[in-house]
Protein backbone atom coordinates (compact mmCIF):
# COMPACT_ATOMS: atom_id res chain seq x y z
CA UNK A 1 0.00 0.00 0.00
CA UNK A 2 2.80 2.10 1.49
CA UNK A 3 4.61 1.79 -2.93
CA UNK A 4 1.06 1.89 -4.13
CA UNK A 5 0.50 5.52 -2.32
CA UNK A 6 4.25 6.61 -3.03
CA UNK A 7 4.17 6.23 -6.92
CA UNK A 8 0.85 7.90 -7.00
CA UNK A 9 2.77 10.93 -4.85
CA UNK A 10 5.33 10.76 -7.73
CA UNK A 11 2.90 10.86 -10.35
CA UNK A 12 0.95 13.42 -9.30
CA UNK A 13 4.49 16.00 -8.69
CA UNK A 14 5.56 15.51 -11.83
CA UNK A 15 2.21 16.44 -13.34
CA UNK A 16 2.44 19.68 -11.33
CA UNK A 17 5.62 20.05 -12.13
CA UNK A 18 5.37 20.12 -16.34
CA UNK A 19 2.35 22.04 -15.73
CA UNK A 20 4.66 25.13 -13.98
CA UNK A 21 6.92 25.05 -16.96
CA UNK A 22 4.57 24.65 -18.99
CA UNK A 23 2.69 28.15 -17.68
CA UNK A 24 6.29 29.21 -17.46
CA UNK A 25 6.85 28.93 -21.21
CA UNK A 26 3.65 29.87 -22.65
CA UNK A 27 4.19 34.06 -22.57
CA UNK A 28 7.89 33.92 -23.51
CA UNK A 29 8.06 31.53 -26.48
CA UNK A 30 6.19 31.75 -30.29
CA UNK A 31 6.24 30.93 -33.63
CA UNK A 32 4.10 33.24 -36.69
CA UNK A 33 1.52 29.79 -36.32
CA UNK A 34 -0.04 31.21 -33.57
CA UNK A 35 -0.52 34.39 -35.45
CA UNK A 36 -1.66 32.71 -38.58
CA UNK A 37 -4.72 31.31 -36.43
CA UNK A 38 -5.28 33.93 -34.06
CA UNK A 39 -5.46 37.04 -36.19
CA UNK A 40 -8.40 36.16 -38.51
CA UNK A 41 -11.20 35.25 -35.55
CA UNK A 42 -11.75 38.85 -34.54
CA UNK A 43 -13.43 39.44 -37.80
CA UNK A 44 -16.52 36.83 -37.09
CA UNK A 45 -17.05 38.41 -33.62
CA UNK A 46 -16.92 41.65 -34.20
CA UNK A 47 -17.46 42.09 -38.04
CA UNK A 48 -19.84 39.18 -38.23
CA UNK A 49 -17.54 38.03 -40.84
CA UNK A 50 -18.74 33.83 -41.38
CA UNK A 51 -17.32 32.95 -44.32
CA UNK A 52 -13.86 33.46 -43.56
CA UNK A 53 -12.09 31.41 -46.41
CA UNK A 54 -13.99 33.66 -48.97
CA UNK A 55 -12.69 36.47 -47.10
CA UNK A 56 -9.14 35.23 -47.33
CA UNK A 57 -9.73 34.41 -50.81
CA UNK A 58 -11.03 37.85 -52.18
CA UNK A 59 -7.63 39.59 -50.40
CA UNK A 60 -5.92 37.06 -52.24
CA UNK A 61 -4.28 35.21 -48.82
CA UNK A 62 -3.64 31.99 -47.92
CA UNK A 63 -6.17 30.24 -45.96
CA UNK A 64 -4.44 27.46 -43.72
CA UNK A 65 -7.11 25.62 -41.46
CA UNK A 66 -10.32 24.75 -42.32
CA UNK A 67 -13.23 27.03 -40.89
CA UNK A 68 -14.13 25.12 -37.43
CA UNK A 69 -10.27 26.21 -35.80
CA UNK A 70 -11.31 30.09 -36.52
CA UNK A 71 -14.80 29.52 -35.15
CA UNK A 72 -13.37 27.75 -31.81
CA UNK A 73 -10.79 30.63 -31.31
CA UNK A 74 -13.37 33.46 -32.39
CA UNK A 75 -15.17 31.53 -29.10
CA UNK A 76 -12.26 31.79 -27.02
CA UNK A 77 -11.46 35.05 -27.93
CA UNK A 78 -14.72 36.49 -27.43
CA UNK A 79 -14.56 35.37 -23.74
CA UNK A 80 -10.95 36.05 -23.27
CA UNK A 81 -10.79 39.48 -24.57
CA UNK A 82 -11.87 40.12 -21.14
CA UNK A 83 -8.72 39.64 -19.09
CA UNK A 84 -6.68 42.64 -21.09
CA UNK A 85 -8.05 45.75 -23.18
CA UNK A 86 -5.27 45.67 -25.93
CA UNK A 87 -5.70 41.49 -26.68
CA UNK A 88 -8.06 42.16 -29.58
CA UNK A 89 -6.51 45.34 -30.61
CA UNK A 90 -3.24 43.84 -30.83
CA UNK A 91 -4.44 40.84 -33.59
CA UNK A 92 -6.39 43.36 -35.73
CA UNK A 93 -3.41 45.65 -35.84
CA UNK A 94 -1.40 42.27 -36.71
CA UNK A 95 -4.16 41.31 -39.26
CA UNK A 96 -3.88 45.05 -40.70
CA UNK A 97 -0.23 44.55 -41.18
CA UNK A 98 -0.25 40.89 -42.79
CA UNK A 99 -3.55 42.39 -45.40
CA UNK A 100 -0.96 45.08 -46.01
CA UNK A 101 2.10 42.79 -46.88
CA UNK A 102 4.00 41.77 -43.98
CA UNK A 103 5.52 38.93 -44.02
CA UNK A 104 7.93 36.92 -41.82
CA UNK A 105 8.50 34.84 -38.64
CA UNK A 106 7.42 35.87 -35.32
CA UNK A 107 10.03 38.66 -34.46
CA UNK A 108 8.58 40.29 -37.76
CA UNK A 109 5.24 40.55 -36.55
CA UNK A 110 6.64 41.49 -32.69
CA UNK A 111 8.37 44.56 -33.94
CA UNK A 112 5.94 45.52 -36.64
CA UNK A 113 3.06 45.87 -34.22
CA UNK A 114 4.19 46.81 -30.98
CA UNK A 115 2.53 45.60 -27.69
CA UNK A 116 3.22 46.78 -24.08
CA UNK A 117 1.41 43.82 -22.81
CA UNK A 118 2.98 41.40 -25.26
CA UNK A 119 4.00 38.74 -23.08
CA UNK A 120 0.39 38.95 -20.95
CA UNK A 121 -1.75 38.39 -24.25
CA UNK A 122 0.87 36.08 -25.64
CA UNK A 123 0.17 33.80 -22.44
CA UNK A 124 -4.01 34.87 -22.59
CA UNK A 125 -3.52 33.53 -26.70
CA UNK A 126 -2.35 30.26 -25.14
CA UNK A 127 -4.57 29.31 -22.40
CA UNK A 128 -7.08 27.35 -25.33
CA UNK A 129 -4.24 24.83 -25.70
CA UNK A 130 -3.79 24.85 -22.23
CA UNK A 131 -7.43 23.80 -21.02
CA UNK A 132 -7.51 21.32 -23.94
CA UNK A 133 -3.71 19.47 -23.11
CA UNK A 134 -5.58 19.29 -19.26
CA UNK A 135 -8.44 17.98 -21.00
CA UNK A 136 -6.56 15.55 -22.74
CA UNK A 137 -4.88 14.46 -19.61
CA UNK A 138 -8.57 13.68 -18.19
CA UNK A 139 -9.56 11.20 -20.69
CA UNK A 140 -6.16 9.66 -20.72
CA UNK A 141 -6.93 8.88 -16.83
CA UNK A 142 -10.58 7.69 -18.18
CA UNK A 143 -8.29 4.95 -20.18
CA UNK A 144 -6.58 4.50 -16.41
CA UNK A 145 -9.33 4.54 -14.69
CA UNK A 146 -11.17 1.72 -17.32
CA UNK A 147 -7.49 -0.43 -16.93
CA UNK A 148 -6.43 -0.11 -20.28
CA UNK A 149 -3.31 2.08 -19.23
CA UNK A 150 -1.11 2.23 -16.61
CA UNK A 151 -0.81 5.85 -14.39
CA UNK A 152 2.83 5.85 -15.54
CA UNK A 153 1.19 6.34 -18.91
CA UNK A 154 -0.01 10.10 -17.80
CA UNK A 155 3.79 11.11 -17.43
CA UNK A 156 4.48 10.09 -21.05
CA UNK A 157 2.52 12.51 -21.62
CA UNK A 158 2.84 15.39 -19.50
CA UNK A 159 6.52 15.45 -19.94
CA UNK A 160 6.60 14.50 -23.69
CA UNK A 161 8.91 16.87 -25.08
CA UNK A 162 7.23 16.97 -28.34
CA UNK A 163 3.63 18.19 -26.86
CA UNK A 164 5.69 20.89 -25.06
CA UNK A 165 7.16 22.06 -28.32
CA UNK A 166 4.53 21.94 -30.48
CA UNK A 167 2.04 23.35 -27.88
CA UNK A 168 4.03 25.85 -25.75
CA UNK A 169 7.00 27.19 -27.54
CA UNK A 170 5.79 26.64 -30.69
CA UNK A 171 2.28 27.70 -30.29
CA UNK A 172 0.63 25.48 -32.75
CA UNK A 173 -3.07 23.83 -31.95
CA UNK A 174 -2.34 20.57 -32.54
CA UNK A 175 -2.96 19.36 -28.82
CA UNK A 176 -7.03 20.69 -29.28
CA UNK A 177 -6.78 18.21 -32.19
CA UNK A 178 -5.72 15.55 -30.01
CA UNK A 179 -8.04 16.14 -27.36
CA UNK A 180 -10.88 15.32 -29.61
CA UNK A 181 -9.04 12.21 -31.41
CA UNK A 182 -8.13 10.91 -27.87
CA UNK A 183 -12.15 11.45 -26.76
CA UNK A 184 -13.33 10.19 -29.93
CA UNK A 185 -11.04 6.91 -29.12
CA UNK A 186 -12.20 6.64 -25.93
CA UNK A 187 -16.33 7.00 -26.91
CA UNK A 188 -15.95 4.61 -29.52
CA UNK A 189 -15.18 1.67 -27.18
CA UNK A 190 -19.35 1.89 -26.27
CA UNK A 191 -20.72 4.54 -29.12
CA UNK A 192 -19.13 4.03 -32.42
CA UNK A 193 -21.21 6.75 -34.13
CA UNK A 194 -20.40 9.21 -31.20
CA UNK A 195 -17.04 8.18 -31.20
CA UNK A 196 -16.40 8.53 -35.08
CA UNK A 197 -18.59 12.08 -34.78
CA UNK A 198 -15.69 13.11 -32.67
CA UNK A 199 -13.21 11.90 -34.71
CA UNK A 200 -14.81 14.34 -37.58
CA UNK A 201 -14.74 17.10 -35.43
CA UNK A 202 -10.48 16.89 -35.02
CA UNK A 203 -10.55 16.66 -39.01
CA UNK A 204 -12.68 19.89 -39.07
CA UNK A 205 -10.31 21.61 -36.78
CA UNK A 206 -7.60 20.06 -38.69
CA UNK A 207 -7.53 17.98 -42.05
CA UNK A 208 -4.88 15.49 -41.05
CA UNK A 209 -7.70 13.52 -38.87
CA UNK A 210 -9.33 12.43 -41.93
CA UNK A 211 -6.76 9.91 -42.73
CA UNK A 212 -7.68 8.19 -39.63
CA UNK A 213 -11.47 8.12 -39.94
CA UNK A 214 -11.63 6.18 -43.35
CA UNK A 215 -9.94 3.38 -41.92
CA UNK A 216 -12.10 3.92 -38.90
CA UNK A 217 -14.89 3.60 -40.35
CA UNK A 218 -14.14 0.97 -42.33
CA UNK A 219 -13.33 -1.27 -39.54
CA UNK A 220 -16.30 -0.60 -36.93
CA UNK A 221 -18.74 -1.05 -39.82
CA UNK A 222 -20.31 -4.51 -39.78
CA UNK A 223 -21.75 -4.11 -43.54
CA UNK A 224 -20.99 -1.51 -46.90
CA UNK A 225 -23.61 0.42 -45.42
CA UNK A 226 -22.91 0.88 -41.97
CA UNK A 227 -19.41 1.79 -43.32
CA UNK A 228 -20.51 4.46 -45.85
CA UNK A 229 -23.15 5.75 -42.49
CA UNK A 230 -20.36 6.49 -40.15
CA UNK A 231 -18.06 7.80 -43.13
CA UNK A 232 -20.92 10.22 -43.73
CA UNK A 233 -21.65 10.95 -39.72
CA UNK A 234 -17.29 11.28 -40.09
CA UNK A 235 -17.39 14.11 -42.42
CA UNK A 236 -20.56 16.35 -40.79
CA UNK A 237 -19.01 18.41 -38.98
CA UNK A 238 -16.75 19.30 -41.69
CA UNK A 239 -19.62 20.26 -44.01
CA UNK A 240 -21.24 22.21 -41.32
CA UNK A 241 -18.43 24.49 -40.57
CA UNK A 242 -17.79 24.94 -44.28
CA UNK A 243 -21.24 26.28 -45.77
CA UNK A 244 -21.30 29.55 -45.49
CA UNK A 245 -18.45 29.24 -48.24
CA UNK A 246 -20.01 26.02 -49.93
CA UNK A 247 -23.17 28.46 -50.05
CA UNK A 248 -21.20 31.68 -51.30
CA UNK A 249 -18.29 30.12 -53.21
CA UNK A 250 -18.77 26.39 -54.39
CA UNK A 251 -15.56 26.19 -55.98
CA UNK A 252 -13.33 27.32 -53.23
CA UNK A 253 -14.98 25.09 -50.53
CA UNK A 254 -13.67 21.71 -52.59
CA UNK A 255 -10.14 22.92 -51.44
CA UNK A 256 -11.42 23.56 -47.87
CA UNK A 257 -9.85 20.18 -46.49
CA UNK A 258 -6.50 21.71 -47.89
CA UNK A 259 -3.70 24.62 -47.03
CA UNK A 260 -4.16 26.58 -50.06
CA UNK A 261 -0.85 27.30 -49.60
CA UNK A 262 0.11 23.65 -50.41
CA UNK A 263 -0.50 24.13 -54.13
CA UNK A 264 1.64 26.88 -54.35
CA UNK A 265 5.87 26.03 -54.80
CA UNK A 266 8.60 28.32 -54.21
CA UNK A 267 10.61 26.52 -56.53
CA UNK A 268 10.26 23.66 -59.50
CA UNK A 269 11.91 20.37 -58.23
CA UNK A 270 14.18 18.60 -61.32
CA UNK A 271 15.90 15.70 -61.42
CA UNK A 272 16.41 13.18 -58.33
CA UNK A 273 14.45 15.62 -55.79
CA UNK A 274 11.91 15.43 -58.19
CA UNK A 275 11.72 12.01 -58.73
CA UNK A 276 12.25 11.04 -55.18
CA UNK A 277 9.36 13.05 -54.07
CA UNK A 278 7.17 10.76 -56.86
CA UNK A 279 8.57 7.84 -55.49
CA UNK A 280 7.67 8.24 -51.81
CA UNK A 281 4.27 10.32 -52.23
CA UNK A 282 3.52 6.91 -54.73
CA UNK A 283 4.92 4.43 -52.09
CA UNK A 284 2.26 6.62 -49.27
CA UNK A 285 -0.56 6.65 -51.60
CA UNK A 286 0.02 3.01 -52.70
CA UNK A 287 0.45 1.89 -48.52
CA UNK A 288 -1.96 3.91 -47.50
CA UNK A 289 -5.05 2.36 -50.24
CA UNK A 290 -3.73 -1.21 -49.35
CA UNK A 291 -4.43 -0.16 -45.65
CA UNK A 292 -7.55 0.87 -46.56
CA UNK A 293 -8.53 -2.25 -48.50
CA UNK A 294 -7.30 -4.60 -45.41
CA UNK A 295 -9.43 -2.57 -43.64
CA UNK A 296 -12.75 -3.18 -45.14
CA UNK A 297 -12.23 -6.64 -45.35
CA UNK A 298 -10.86 -7.04 -42.05
CA UNK A 299 -12.83 -9.03 -39.60
CA UNK A 300 -11.03 -8.64 -35.86
CA UNK A 301 -12.95 -9.47 -32.62
CA UNK A 302 -10.88 -6.55 -30.76
CA UNK A 303 -12.16 -3.72 -33.19
CA UNK A 304 -10.80 -1.17 -30.83
CA UNK A 305 -6.80 -1.96 -30.54
CA UNK A 306 -7.56 -2.86 -34.77
CA UNK A 307 -8.61 0.58 -34.94
CA UNK A 308 -5.19 1.61 -32.92
CA UNK A 309 -2.83 -0.52 -35.23
CA UNK A 310 -4.24 0.79 -38.28
CA UNK A 311 -4.16 4.08 -38.10
CA UNK A 312 -0.46 4.02 -35.63
CA UNK A 313 0.65 2.42 -39.09
CA UNK A 314 -1.08 5.31 -41.08
CA UNK A 315 0.52 8.14 -39.19
CA UNK A 316 3.88 6.77 -39.18
CA UNK A 317 3.33 6.09 -43.15
CA UNK A 318 2.51 9.85 -43.35
CA UNK A 319 5.51 10.99 -41.42
CA UNK A 320 7.87 9.09 -43.34
CA UNK A 321 7.10 9.04 -46.89
CA UNK A 322 5.21 12.55 -46.97
CA UNK A 323 7.54 15.09 -48.42
CA UNK A 324 6.09 18.29 -47.02
CA UNK A 325 6.21 17.54 -43.41
CA UNK A 326 7.62 19.39 -40.27
CA UNK A 327 8.88 18.77 -37.06
CA UNK A 328 5.92 19.59 -34.65
CA UNK A 329 3.84 16.96 -36.99
CA UNK A 330 5.69 14.72 -34.77
CA UNK A 331 2.82 15.09 -32.37
CA UNK A 332 0.29 13.37 -34.47
CA UNK A 333 1.48 9.97 -33.66
CA UNK A 334 1.12 10.75 -29.27
CA UNK A 335 -2.36 9.15 -29.20
CA UNK A 336 -2.09 5.91 -30.91
CA UNK A 337 1.43 5.59 -29.44
CA UNK A 338 0.85 5.67 -26.22
CA UNK A 339 -2.56 3.26 -26.63
CA UNK A 340 -0.51 0.92 -28.63
CA UNK A 341 2.50 0.47 -26.19
CA UNK A 342 0.94 0.33 -23.38
CA UNK A 343 2.02 -2.48 -21.75
CA UNK A 344 5.85 -1.61 -22.80
CA UNK A 345 6.36 2.46 -21.55
CA UNK A 346 9.99 1.93 -21.20
CA UNK A 347 9.78 0.71 -24.82
CA UNK A 348 7.65 3.34 -25.59
CA UNK A 349 9.79 6.18 -24.17
CA UNK A 350 13.02 5.13 -25.84
CA UNK A 351 11.18 4.95 -28.86
CA UNK A 352 10.06 8.61 -28.54
CA UNK A 353 13.68 10.08 -27.52
CA UNK A 354 14.81 8.24 -30.78
CA UNK A 355 12.36 9.89 -33.29
CA UNK A 356 12.42 13.27 -31.21
CA UNK A 357 16.12 13.42 -31.58
CA UNK A 358 15.99 12.31 -34.88
CA UNK A 359 13.18 13.95 -36.84
CA UNK A 360 14.69 17.45 -35.10
CA UNK A 361 18.33 17.01 -36.35
CA UNK A 362 16.72 17.67 -40.15
CA UNK A 363 13.74 19.15 -39.13
CA UNK A 364 14.73 21.93 -36.80
CA UNK A 365 17.66 24.02 -38.77
CA UNK A 366 16.11 27.39 -38.98
CA UNK A 367 16.66 30.48 -35.91
CA UNK A 368 12.81 30.60 -35.62
CA UNK A 369 12.29 27.22 -34.79
CA UNK A 370 15.08 27.16 -32.09
CA UNK A 371 16.02 30.22 -30.14
CA UNK A 372 14.02 32.75 -32.47
CA UNK A 373 11.01 31.35 -30.60
CA UNK A 374 11.87 33.12 -27.63
CA UNK A 375 11.59 36.42 -29.96
CA UNK A 376 8.79 38.08 -27.09
CA UNK A 377 11.57 38.10 -24.66
CA UNK A 378 13.88 40.09 -27.05
CA UNK A 379 13.25 40.09 -30.77
CA UNK A 380 16.29 41.56 -31.74
CA UNK A 381 18.79 39.42 -29.51
CA UNK A 382 17.37 36.00 -29.73
CA UNK A 383 16.83 35.74 -33.61
CA UNK A 384 20.60 36.71 -33.94
CA UNK A 385 21.67 33.78 -31.88
CA UNK A 386 23.39 31.34 -34.28
CA UNK A 387 21.51 27.85 -34.57
CA UNK A 388 22.71 24.67 -33.24
CA UNK A 389 23.67 23.17 -36.20
CA UNK A 390 25.67 26.32 -37.63
CA UNK A 391 27.89 25.93 -34.28
CA UNK A 392 28.23 21.88 -34.50
CA UNK A 393 28.89 23.00 -38.05
CA UNK A 394 32.01 24.53 -37.30
CA UNK A 395 33.42 21.35 -35.90
CA UNK A 396 32.06 18.64 -38.36
CA UNK A 397 29.86 19.28 -41.45
CA UNK A 398 26.32 19.11 -39.89
CA UNK A 399 25.17 17.18 -42.97
CA UNK A 400 26.53 14.03 -41.62
CA UNK A 401 24.59 14.15 -38.41
CA UNK A 402 21.18 15.28 -40.35
CA UNK A 403 21.60 12.42 -43.24
CA UNK A 404 22.10 10.44 -39.86
CA UNK A 405 19.55 11.71 -37.87
CA UNK A 406 17.26 11.18 -41.49
CA UNK A 407 18.29 7.43 -41.90
CA UNK A 408 17.37 6.81 -38.39
CA UNK A 409 13.73 8.08 -38.23
CA UNK A 410 13.57 6.49 -41.68
CA UNK A 411 14.32 3.05 -40.22
CA UNK A 412 12.76 3.21 -36.99
CA UNK A 413 9.36 4.53 -38.74
CA UNK A 414 9.75 0.84 -41.22
CA UNK A 415 10.49 -1.18 -38.03
CA UNK A 416 7.67 -0.28 -36.50
CA UNK A 417 5.26 -0.27 -39.36
CA UNK A 418 6.39 -3.76 -39.43
CA UNK A 419 6.44 -4.35 -36.14
CA UNK A 420 2.35 -3.06 -36.08
CA UNK A 421 1.83 -4.75 -39.04
CA UNK A 422 2.80 -8.30 -37.96
CA UNK A 423 1.34 -8.00 -34.42
CA UNK A 424 -1.82 -7.11 -36.33
CA UNK A 425 -1.95 -9.77 -39.18
CA UNK A 426 -0.61 -12.80 -36.84
CA UNK A 427 -0.97 -12.22 -33.39
CA UNK A 428 -4.58 -10.78 -33.54
CA UNK A 429 -7.85 -12.80 -32.92
CA UNK A 430 -10.63 -13.04 -35.85
CA UNK A 431 -13.93 -12.69 -35.20
CA UNK A 432 -15.28 -16.17 -34.49
CA UNK A 433 -11.75 -17.76 -33.86
CA UNK A 434 -12.34 -18.44 -29.50
CA UNK A 435 -15.67 -19.54 -30.17
CA UNK A 436 -14.44 -21.84 -32.97
CA UNK A 437 -10.78 -23.01 -30.54
CA UNK A 438 -13.90 -23.60 -27.55
CA UNK A 439 -15.80 -25.84 -29.84
CA UNK A 440 -12.66 -27.77 -30.69
CA UNK A 441 -11.67 -28.62 -27.12
CA UNK A 442 -14.77 -29.42 -25.99
CA UNK A 443 -14.59 -32.03 -29.12
Known sequence: MFKFAKKEKIIFTLIIVSFALKIGLMPIATHSDLFAVEIFPPLLFKNHIFDIFSYLDNLG???????????????????????????????????LSYIQGLQGQADAYIKAVPNPNLLKDLFIAKIPLLIFDVASIFILFKFVK????????LLFWVLNPVVIYTTYLFGQFDVIVLFFILLGLFLIRKNKALGILTLGIAGALKSY??????????????????????????????????????????????????????????EVLEGWPKYSQLLKYGLLILSYSLLLGYSYVLKLKDKFNTIVS???????????????????????????????????????????????????SYKLLANPLQL????????????????????????????IISTTGFTIFTLLNIYLITLVFFQLVFKSEAVGSSRYRQIRLNK
Open 61 to 95: LSYFYPPLSYYLFAFFQFVLQHLSSTYIPWLDHMR
Open 146 to 153: RGYLKKEA
Open 209 to 266: PFIFVLPTALILGENLKEKLKLIILAFTPFLISISPTLINNPHLAVFALFPKNMFRYS
Open 310 to 360: VNLIVVLLALTFAGRTHFHYLIWEMPFMILYFKKDLKFLTKILLIQTISFA
Open 372 to 399: GLFAPLNPQYFTSLPTFNDLIDKFISYR
